[in-house]
C-alpha cells in the first residue's frame, strides 16, 4: 500500500472520557436508592436485569455468530435452581449466585451438543431445548406444573432491605458481567472473537479456536441470563414456569441488540435503555405493545441491520468504551477505489484485532 | 397398543405436511423461517373466519385462502427474505422471528385468547371413523390427512424433477449464480419455492384446524413439530419427511403412555437422539441437517 | 454493426479491480480469444459480459442495447450465454436435466439435447448420469451443450480446456471448430496461446486488468504477443482495435 503507516490506537479521547464517565454513573447508581422511591429501585432493578439479558444475547449473537431464540431456558432454569436451592435450606441470596453457576455448568454439556448446529438449525434446536427443559420443570412436584411456586424463604428479609439488596445484586451483577465481556473483548480472546464474527471460515484457517470460543460465550451468555431469571425470581417472588421459560424474553433480548446495535458493546446498553422506556411508556398497551416491539426488530433486520449504535459508530467514528484495536488508514491511503466497501454488515467492520 | 402405533402413523401424515414447507424452504434458499408455524395458524385462523362469519365451509375456503397463502409467500421472499439474505445468514432468522411475533400478537389482537377448532365446520368428518380388520377404528379426517400429505409430497417430488419450472428451482437451490448464467430468474424460482411452501403451510394450517385446537399463540409449537419431524426425516428425499414426521408422532405417542404429561416431552427427547446420532455418526459439519436433496428421482 | 460492443468498462473484486477501464468490439461471426496471465481479469471480464459482476463504470452494448443492470438471466434471453470457468454443473441433476436448464431462457433456435448429444457424441451413454459422476470431458461437453441449448448469439467460453488431457481438449476444440465455421460469434478465455491462435480472428491480450495487445490472430505475431503476456510489451499494437 502506501509510504505512510497507519496510525494504530486503543481507545480514543472520548473513550478515555467514557470510562470516567462510567465510573461516576456506577457511582451514582450505587447511591441511587437513597433518592429514589420504592417503586423506582424495582424499576431499576428490571433496567439492570434488561442491561444484562441484551447484553448476554448480544456476547452470543454478536460476537459468537449465534443466534438462538431459546434463551429463554436459561433465565428459567436460574430462577428454578434458585427455587430448588432456597427450598434445600439455601439463603435465598446466595441460592440466586449458586443457581447461575449450575445454570453456566448446565451449559457447558448442552453447548457440546447443540455448537455442531448451524444458524438457523441452532436457533430453533436451543428453542427445542428450552421447550423441553420447561416440561420436564414442570414436573417437578415442587413446582406443581404451572401452577408455580414462590421463593417463599425471601420473606425472612423485610421488605425495604430484600428491595435494596435485590437492586445492589442487580447493579454489582450488571457491572461484574459487562465488565467480564469487556475484559473477554479486550483480551486475546477478543481478537479471536472479532475474527470469527468477521469470517469464520477464515478464522479457523488461521488457527484460531473457532468452536473453543464460542462455547466460551455460550456459557457465559448462559451464566449471565440464569443471573437475570435469579434476580428476576428475586424481586416477582413467584415462579410460574410460563412465565419464565416464555419465549418473550428471547424476544426482548433480540429486540433490546437489534436496535441497539448487534456486534457492539455499546450497543446491547443502549438497546436495553430504549426498551426500557418503551416498556415505561407503551407497555401498558398490552398486545400492540409486543406487536410494535415485533415490527421494530423486522423493520431494523431489514432496513438497519446494524442497530442505531452500529450506524452512529460508522458515520461518526464514535467509541466510547474501546474493545479493539483501530487502524486509523493515513488519507493518502484512502483513494476512491480503496474506499467503496460494499456495506455488508458482517464485513464493514474497520477494527482490526 | 395397535390401535395406537395406527393413530401414532396417521399423526405424522400432518407432521409430514407442516415440515415439508419448512424443509423445502430450507433446501431452495437456505432460510428458516421461523414464522412458519405462526403463518399456518394465520391460515387456520383465516379459514375459521371464513366459516364462522360467512358460512364458508374450511374445505371450500382452502380455494380462497391457499392462493392468499401463495401471494403471501411470493410477498414474503420478495420484500422480508431476498433483503434479509443479502445481511447474511443470521439476519433472516431476527427478520422471521420478528414476523412471528408481529403475527402472533395480530391474532391475539384479532381473536382474542380464545382456542378455536374448525372442527365445527366439518360435519361429522371430525369424529367419523372406518372400521379397518382387527377391530381397528381410524378416524376419517385422520385418514385424509395422510393421503393429502403422500399425495403433496408425492405431487412436489413430481413437480421438481419432471417440470421446467421445478428444475429451475432446484438449479437454483444448488447453485443461485450459475442458474442465473444459463438463464434462469433465480429470483422467480426463488418467489415461486416461497409461494409453494406456503401453499403448503397454508393446508397444514386447515388441518391443524380440523384436526384439533388452536389459538394465536399456537404457532411456536407447530413450527418446532415442524422442524423437529424435518430434522428426524433429514437428508432423504421428500419422503423423509415423512417418515420423520410418523417417527415424531410414535415417539410422542409412546411419551403420553408413559407419563400424562408426555406426550410433547416424548418428542423432543426422540429429536434429540435423532439429532444426537446424526451429529455423531456423520461426522459432518452438519451444513445441511434439513437439507433435502431434492435431485433424487423417485 | 459489431454484435458486442465493450466501452471503458471497470469492473471491482471488493477493493481490487479486476479489470480496469477496458474497451473493444466484437463482430458478427468473430472469433475473440482473450490471453494472458492468471488474474489479468479475463474470467472476469467475461462474467461481467454475462452479467455475473455487475461494472462499476463503463458500458457493454450488445445488439445494439445497453446492457447495464440487466441481470445475468435477462443476458441469456438476449443471446449471450457463459461457459463459466470450472464448468459449474448442477451436480446433483443429471446431464439431460442440466441441458434442459439451458432451455430457461426460452430462445428459439435449433439446439435441442439431441443435438447435443449428437455434438458431444461422448454424452449419449452418459444422457441420465448424474453431472457430479460425469469425467471432466464429460462435465464439459455438457457445460458447453447447457450454453448451446439457450441458442446463443454471443458463446463465452472461459477456460474450456482447463484439467482435461490433450486427447479430450483436442476433441473438445474440434467440436467447437464446427461451431465457429457455422458462423457463431464466440469469445473464448484459452491459456494455450497456440490453440487460442489458430482457433481464433483475433486476440486480445491482458495484463493486470488492461489490455496490452489486440490484434489480429494470422497476423500478430507468437513472440509480440508472448511479450505483452508478461509485461514486457509496451503499449506497441495500441489499446483499441478496429
Same mark, same amino acid.
Given at each position: 500500500?502506501?509510504?505512510?503507516?497507519?496510525?494504530?490506537?486503543?481507545?480514543?479521547?472520548?473513550?478515555?472520557?467514557?470510562?470516567?464517565?462510567?465510573?461516576?454513573?456506577?457511582?451514582?447508581?450505587?447511591?441511587?436508592?437513597?433518592?429514589?422511591?420504592?417503586?423506582?429501585?424495582?424499576?431499576?432493578?428490571?433496567?439492570?436485569?434488561?442491561?444484562?439479558?441484551?447484553?448476554?444475547?448480544? !456476547?452470543?449473537?454478536?460476537?459468537?455468530?449465534?443466534?438462538?431464540?431459546? #434463551?429463554?431456558?436459561?433465565?428459567?432454569?436460574?430462577?428454578?435452581?434458585?427455587?430448588?436451592?432456597?427450598?434445600?435450606?439455601?439463603?435465598?441470596?446466595?441460592?440466586?449466585?449458586?443457581?447461575?453457576?449450575?445454570?453456566?455448568?448446565?451449559?457447558?454439556?448442552?453447548?457440546?451438543?447443540?455448537?455442531?448446529?448451524?444458524?438457523?438449525?441452532?436457533?430453533?434446536?436451543?428453542?427445542?431445548?428450552? !421447550?423441553?427443559?420447561?416440561?420436564?420443570?414442570?414436573?417437578?412436584?415442587?413446582?406443581?406444573?404451572?401452577?408455580?411456586?414462590?421463593?417463599?424463604?425471601?420473606?425472612?428479609?423485610?421488605?425495604?432491605?430484600?428491595?435494596?439488596?435485590?437492586?445492589?445484586?442487580?447493579?454489582?451483577?450488571?457491572?461484574?458481567?459487562?465488565? %467480564?465481556?469487556?475484559?473477554?473483548?479486550?483480551?486475546?480472546?477478543?481478537?479471536? %472473537?472479532?475474527?470469527?464474527?468477521?469470517?469464520?471460515?477464515?478464522?479457523?484457517?488461521?488457527?484460531?479456536?473457532?468452536?473453543?470460543?464460542?462455547?466460551?460465550?455460550?456459557?457465559?451468555?448462559?451464566?449471565?441470563?440464569?443471573?437475570?431469571?435469579?434476580?428476576?425470581?428475586?424481586?416477582?417472588?413467584?415462579? #410460574?414456569?410460563?412465565?419464565?421459560?416464555?419465549?418473550?424474553?428471547?424476544?426482548?433480548?433480540?429486540?433490546?441488540?437489534?436496535?441497539?446495535?448487534?456486534?457492539?458493546?455499546?450497543?446491547? %446498553?443502549?438497546?436495553?435503555?430504549?426498551?426500557?422506556? %418503551?416498556?415505561?411508556?407503551?407497555?401498558?398497551?398490552?398486545?400492540?405493545?409486543?406487536?410494535?416491539?415485533?415490527?421494530?426488530?423486522?423493520?431494523?433486520?431489514?432496513?438497519?441491520?446494524?442497530?442505531?449504535?452500529?450506524?452512529?459508530?460508522?458515520?461518526?467514528?464514535?467509541?466510547?468504551?474501546?474493545?479493539?484495536?483501530?487502524?486509523?488508514?493515513?488519507?493518502?491511503?484512502?483513494?476512491?477505489?480503496?474506499?467503496?466497501?460494499?456495506?455488508?454488515?458482517?464485513? !464493514?467492520?474497520?477494527?482490526?484485532? | 397398543?395397535?390401535?395406537?402405533?395406527?393413530?401414532?402413523?396417521?399423526?405424522?401424515?400432518?407432521?409430514?405436511?407442516?415440515?415439508?414447507?419448512?424443509?423445502?424452504?430450507?433446501?431452495?434458499?437456505?432460510?428458516?423461517?421461523?414464522?412458519?408455524?405462526?403463518?399456518?395458524?394465520?391460515?387456520?385462523?383465516?379459514?375459521?373466519?371464513?366459516?364462522?362469519?360467512?358460512?364458508?365451509?374450511?374445505?371450500?375456503?382452502?380455494?380462497?385462502?391457499?392462493?392468499?397463502?401463495?401471494?403471501?409467500? &411470493?410477498?414474503?421472499?420478495?420484500?422480508?427474505?431476498?433483503?434479509?439474505?443479502?445481511?447474511?445468514?443470521?439476519?433472516?432468522?431476527?427478520?422471521?422471528?420478528? @414476523?412471528?411475533?408481529?403475527?402472533?400478537?395480530?391474532?391475539?389482537?384479532?381473536?382474542?385468547?380464545?382456542?378455536?377448532?374448525?372442527?365445527?365446520?366439518?360435519?361429522?368428518?371430525?369424529?367419523?371413523? &372406518?372400521? &379397518?380388520?382387527?377391530?381397528?377404528?381410524?378416524?376419517?379426517?385422520?385418514?385424509?390427512?395422510?393421503?393429502?400429505? =403422500? =399425495?403433496?409430497?408425492?405431487?412436489?417430488?413430481?413437480?421438481?424433477?419432471?417440470?421446467?419450472?421445478?428444475?429451475?428451482?432446484?438449479?437454483?437451490?444448488?447453485?443461485?449464480?450459475?442458474?442465473?448464467?444459463?438463464?434462469?430468474?433465480?429470483?422467480?424460482?426463488?418467489?415461486?419455492?416461497?409461494?409453494?411452501?406456503?401453499?403448503?403451510?397454508?393446508?397444514?394450517?386447515?388441518?391443524?384446524?380440523?384436526?384439533?385446537?388452536?389459538?394465536?399463540?399456537?404457532?411456536?409449537?407447530?413450527?418446532?413439530?415442524?422442524?423437529?419431524?424435518?430434522?428426524?426425516?433429514?437428508?432423504?428425499?421428500?419422503?423423509?419427511?415423512?417418515?420423520?414426521?410418523?417417527?415424531?408422532?410414535?415417539?410422542?405417542?409412546?411419551?403420553?403412555?408413559?407419563?400424562?404429561?408426555?406426550? @410433547?416431552?416424548?418428542?423432543?427427547?426422540?429429536? @434429540?437422539?435423532?439429532?444426537?446420532?446424526?451429529?455423531?455418526?456423520?461426522?459432518?459439519?452438519?451444513?445441511?441437517?434439513?437439507?433435502?436433496?431434492?435431485?433424487?428421482?423417485? | 454493426?459489431?454484435?458486442?460492443?465493450?466501452?471503458?468498462?471497470?469492473?471491482?473484486?471488493?477493493?481490487?479491480?479486476?479489470?480496469?477501464?477496458? /474497451?473493444?468490439?466484437?463482430?458478427?461471426?468473430?472469433?475473440?480469444?482473450?490471453?494472458?496471465?492468471?488474474?489479468?481479469?479475463?474470467?472476469?471480464?467475461?462474467?461481467?459480459?454475462?452479467?455475473?459482476?455487475?461494472?462499476? /463504470?463503463?458500458?457493454?452494448?450488445?445488439?445494439?442495447?445497453?446492457?447495464?443492470?440487466?441481470?445475468?438471466?435477462?443476458?441469456?434471453?438476449?443471446?449471450?450465454?457463459?461457459?463459466?470457468?470450472?464448468?459449474?454443473?448442477?451436480?446433483?441433476?443429471?446431464?439431460?436435466?442440466?441441458?434442459?436448464?439451458?432451455?430457461?431462457?426460452?430462445?428459439?433456435?435449433?439446439? /435441442?439435447?439431441?443435438?447435443?448429444?449428437?455434438?458431444?457424441?461422448?454424452?449419449?451413454?452418459?444422457?441420465?448420469?448424474?453431472?457430479?459422476?460425469?469425467?471432466?470431458?464429460?462435465?464439459?461437453?455438457?457445460?458447453?451443450?447447457?450454453?448451446?441449448?439457450?441458442?446463443?448469439?454471443?458463446?463465452?467460453?472461459?477456460?474450456?480446456?482447463?484439467?482435461?488431457?490433450?486427447?479430450?481438449?483436442?476433441?473438445?476444440?474440434?467440436?467447437?471448430?464446427?461451431?465457429? /465455421?457455422?458462423?457463431?460469434?464466440?469469445?473464448?478465455?484459452?491459456?494455450?496461446?497456440?490453440?487460442?491462435?489458430?482457433?481464433?480472428?483475433?486476440?486480445?491480450?491482458?495484463?493486470?486488468?488492461?489490455?496490452?495487445?489486440?490484434?489480429?490472430?494470422?497476423?500478430?505475431?507468437?513472440?509480440?504477443?508472448?511479450?505483452?503476456?508478461?509485461?514486457?510489451?509496451?503499449?506497441?499494437?495500441?489499446?483499441?482495435?478496429?
Amino acid at each position: 500500500m502506501s509510504a505512510a503507516s497507519p496510525v494504530i490506537e486503543r481507545g480514543t479521547a472520548a473513550s478515555r472520557i467514557a470510562g470516567i464517565g462510567v465510573v461516576a454513573i456506577v457511582l451514582l447508581l450505587a447511591l441511587a436508592p437513597q433518592f429514589l422511591s420504592a417503586g423506582a429501585v424495582d424499576r431499576m432493578t428490571a433496567l439492570f436485569v434488561y442491561v444484562i439479558l441484551a447484553a448476554m444475547w448480544n !456476547a452470543l449473537a454478536g460476537f459468537g455468530g449465534l443466534v438462538s431464540v431459546g #434463551q429463554q431456558v436459561f433465565f428459567g432454569l436460574g430462577a428454578y435452581f434458585a427455587i430448588r436451592l432456597a427450598n434445600a435450606g439455601l439463603d435465598p441470596f446466595v441460592a440466586l449466585f449458586v443457581s447461575a453457576v449450575i445454570v453456566g455448568a448446565v451449559s457447558w454439556p448442552i453447548s457440546l451438543f447443540m455448537l455442531r448446529l448451524k444458524n438457523g438449525e441452532f436457533a430453533i434446536g436451543m428453542w427445542v431445548i428450552a !421447550a423441553l427443559t420447561h416440561l420436564l420443570v414442570n414436573l417437578d412436584r415442587l413446582i406443581q406444573g404451572e401452577t408455580g411456586t414462590s421463593l417463599i424463604s425471601l420473606n425472612v428479609y423485610d421488605a425495604s432491605t430484600r428491595r435494596l439488596t435485590i437492586y445492589w445484586l442487580a447493579l454489582a451483577s450488571m457491572i461484574a458481567l459487562l465488565a %467480564i465481556l469487556f475484559g473477554l473483548l479486550r483480551g486475546s480472546t477478543g481478537a479471536a %472473537i472479532r475474527a470469527i464474527r468477521d469470517n469464520e471460515d477464515a478464522a479457523a484457517s488461521v488457527g484460531v479456536r473457532v468452536i473453543g470460543t464460542k462455547r466460551l460465550l455460550f456459557v457465559l451468555a448462559a451464566f449471565g441470563i440464569g443471573v437475570a431469571g435469579a434476580l428476576w425470581l428475586a424481586t416477582a417472588i413467584t415462579f #410460574q414456569p410460563k412465565t419464565y421459560f416464555n419465549v418473550q424474553w428471547t424476544a426482548y433480548m433480540i429486540f433490546m441488540v437489534l436496535v441497539g446495535g448487534i456486534g457492539t458493546f455499546e450497543g446491547a %446498553i443502549l438497546g436495553a435503555l430504549l426498551f426500557f422506556l %418503551i416498556e415505561t411508556w407503551f407497555g401498558g398497551t398490552g398486545v400492540w405493545y409486543l406487536i410494535g416491539l415485533g415490527a421494530t426488530a423486522l423493520v431494523f433486520s431489514l432496513l438497519l441491520p446494524r442497530g442505531l449504535w452500529g450506524t452512529l459508530e460508522e458515520r461518526f467514528g464514535w467509541r466510547l468504551l474501546s474493545v479493539g484495536y483501530r487502524v486509523r488508514l493515513p488519507t493518502s491511503v484512502a483513494d476512491p477505489t480503496g474506499e467503496t466497501i460494499s456495506p455488508a454488515p458482517a464485513t !464493514a467492520h474497520r477494527e482490526k484485532a | 397398543m395397535m390401535n395406537q402405533i395406527v393413530q401414532g402413523i396417521l399423526l405424522g401424515g400432518y407432521y409430514a405436511l407442516i415440515a415439508c414447507g419448512l424443509s423445502f424452504m430450507f433446501s431452495v434458499m437456505r432460510i428458516i423461517n421461523l414464522a412458519h408455524g405462526s403463518l399456518a395458524v394465520l391460515s387456520a385462523f383465516a379459514l375459521w373466519l371464513l366459516a364462522s362469519r360467512f358460512h364458508i365451509p374450511p374445505f371450500l375456503g382452502l380455494l380462497i385462502v391457499l392462493p392468499l397463502m401463495a401471494v403471501i409467500g &411470493w410477498a414474503l421472499q420478495r420484500f422480508l427474505l431476498e433483503r434479509s439474505a443479502r445481511g447474511g445468514a443470521l439476519l433472516p432468522i431476527l427478520t422471521t422471528f420478528g @414476523l412471528a411475533i408481529v403475527i402472533d400478537n395480530v391474532l391475539f389482537e384479532q381473536f382474542g385468547a380464545d382456542t378455536r377448532s374448525l372442527a365445527p365446520f366439518i360435519g361429522s368428518l371430525s369424529y367419523d371413523s &372406518w372400521e &379397518w380388520p382387527g377391530s381397528l377404528y381410524v378416524g376419517k379426517l385422520a385418514v385424509i390427512i395422510f393421503v393429502t400429505a =403422500v =399425495v403433496l409430497l408425492g405431487g412436489l417430488q413430481l413437480f421438481l424433477t419432471r417440470t421446467g419450472l421445478g428444475r429451475s428451482i432446484r438449479a437454483t437451490s444448488e447453485d443461485p449464480d450459475t442458474a442465473g448464467l444459463v438463464g434462469v430468474d433465480a429470483r422467480r424460482a426463488n418467489a415461486v419455492a416461497a409461494a409453494i411452501a406456503m401453499v403448503t403451510v397454508g393446508l397444514a394450517g386447515a388441518f391443524l384446524g380440523m384436526r384439533a385446537t388452536f389459538d394465536p399463540y399456537a404457532g411456536a409449537t407447530q413450527l418446532l413439530f415442524a422442524f423437529e419431524a424435518a430434522v428426524i426425516g433429514g437428508a432423504g428425499s421428500l419422503w423423509g419427511t415423512l417418515i420423520g414426521g410418523i417417527v415424531l408422532a410414535l415417539a410422542q405417542t409412546l411419551g403420553a403412555k408413559i407419563h400424562p404429561q408426555g406426550f @410433547l416431552i416424548g418428542g423432543h427427547i426422540a429429536f @434429540l437422539i435423532v439429532l444426537f446420532i446424526r451429529l455423531y455418526t456423520s461426522g459432518l459439519g452438519l451444513r445441511g441437517l434439513l437439507r433435502l436433496s431434492t435431485g433424487r428421482t423417485p | 454493426m459489431s454484435l458486442l460492443s465493450v466501452e471503458d468498462l471497470v469492473v471491482r473484486h471488493g477493493l481490487l479491480q479486476a479489470v480496469r477501464g477496458v /474497451s473493444f468490439d466484437v463482430a458478427r461471426g468473430e472469433t475473440l480469444a482473450l490471453v494472458g496471465a492468471n488474474g489479468a481479469g479475463k474470467t472476469t471480464l467475461l462474467r461481467a459480459i454475462a452479467g455475473a459482476h455487475q461494472a462499476a /463504470s463503463g458500458r457493454v452494448t450488445f445488439d445494439g442495447a445497453d446492457l447495464s443492470g440487466v441481470p445475468s438471466h435477462e443476458r441469456v434471453r438476449k443471446g449471450i450465454a457463459l461457459v463459466p470457468e470450472g464448468r459449474r454443473l448442477f451436480v446433483q441433476m443429471t446431464v439431460e436435466e442440466n441441458l434442459l436448464l439451458g432451455r430457461s431462457a426460452g430462445r428459439a433456435g435449433d439446439w /435441442s439435447v439431441e443435438r447435443v448429444l449428437e455434438t458431444f457424441p461422448n454424452l449419449k451413454p452418459r444422457r441420465h448420469a448424474k453431472a457430479g459422476h460425469l469425467s471432466g470431458g464429460e462435465q464439459q461437453a455438457t457445460a458447453i451443450g447447457r450454453a448451446l441449448m439457450s441458442n446463443p448469439d454471443l458463446l463465452l467460453l472461459d477456460e474450456v480446456s482447463l484439467g482435461l488431457s490433450p486427447l479430450i481438449v483436442d476433441r473438445v476444440y474440434a467440436s467447437l471448430q464446427g461451431l465457429i /465455421s457455422s458462423g457463431a460469434t464466440i469469445i473464448l478465455v484459452e491459456q494455450d496461446l497456440n490453440r487460442a491462435l489458430s482457433v481464433s480472428n483475433r486476440v486480445i491480450c491482458m495484463l493486470e486488468g488492461r489490455i496490452a495487445l489486440a490484434g489480429d490472430s494470422k497476423t500478430v505475431s507468437r513472440d509480440e504477443v508472448t511479450k505483452a503476456y508478461f509485461g514486457l510489451h509496451r503499449k506497441g499494437a495500441g489499446g483499441v482495435p478496429a
